[in-house]
């Protein structure tokens, strides 16, 4: 199994990365991890083939995550001539926020009826939910208000468990959602810059010990975080990294 950092930025674009996209692969598996407004110029950028995704599963409804859905949906729906079924799941809320994006991107697109099944799927915090070989269970985290339309994402695909933590501040239910990955993919905006609803590397290494990740990628990193890789001590994401899981 791999997963690709489609892309790895912020918000803002700092470093020149696209927003963040995480691609999951393997001999039954193929999944996106959020979905953010440039996602579908990564993929096509990366080769990714679109049709082949079973499943997207959706962090947070900031346009840097979600905000890449109308282009994903409306290239499958007249360009890529998607036939598959697709799901996308995502915290409560999920089918009136995806009218909104899709009306927002392309007023009346919402009421275009695809050409492929689509299923809108709200998660539950703390409630494991099963989609074929992939278990996906959300922990509510910490990143604005309402609260509970933040999550962080433990995924376990077969033996394999990938979790990431989404936009947040600290907040102890990483403990729960990270405990044991094989490959934690975690926030560091700042290195030693505590800022509310955002995780710095200096809080993360703090609480490290308790989740006993086997493997730690960092990602959605600031100007100055990125400054600061060259003597951090941990792996840092790329657009278009592969890595081996």
């Known amino acids: 199994m791999q997963l690709q950092f489609v892309g790895c930025g912020d918000a803002f674009g700092s470093g020149g990365r696209f927003n963040t996209c995480f691609h999951v692969t393997g001999e039954r598996t193929n999944f996106l991890i959020d979905c953010g407004a440039s996602s579908l110029i990564a993929m096509k950028k990366l080769g990714i083939g679109r049709n082949d995704i079973q499943a997207i599963f959706v962090t947070h409804f900031h346009a840097d995550h979600f905000g890449g859905l109308p282009f994903f949906i409306l290239d499958a729906q007249f360009f890529s001539k998607r036939t598959e079924p ?49 278990k996906v269970t ?57 800022v509310p609803l955002h995780l710095d590397l200096a809080t993360l290494e703090n609480h490290l010990p308790a989740i006993c990740a086997k493997r730690v990628i960092l990602t959605h990193m600031s100007e100055d975080m990125l400054a600061e890789r060259p003597t951090v001590n941990f792996e840092t994401a790329e657009d278009g990294l592969i890595v081996q899981i």
């Open 86 to 134: 697709l799901l996308i799941a995502g915290p409560p809320g999920l089918p009136d926020w995806f009218v909104r994006v899709m009306e927002t991107g392309f007023p009346g697109s919402a009421k275009t009826k695809q050409r492929f099944d689509l299923q809108l799927r709200e998660l539950e915090p703390g409630m494991q939910a099963d989609f074929g070989n992939v």
């Open 138 to 194: 959300p922990f509510l985290v910490r990143h604005g208000q309402p609260e509970g339309s933040f999550f962080a994402l433990r995924l376990e695909i077969g033996k394999r468990i990938v979790t990431y933590t989404g936009d947040t501040e600290w907040t102890d239910t990483l403990v729960a959602a990270a405990e044991g990955a094989d490959l934690l993919i975690a926030e560091a905006y700042f290195r030693r810059k505590p």
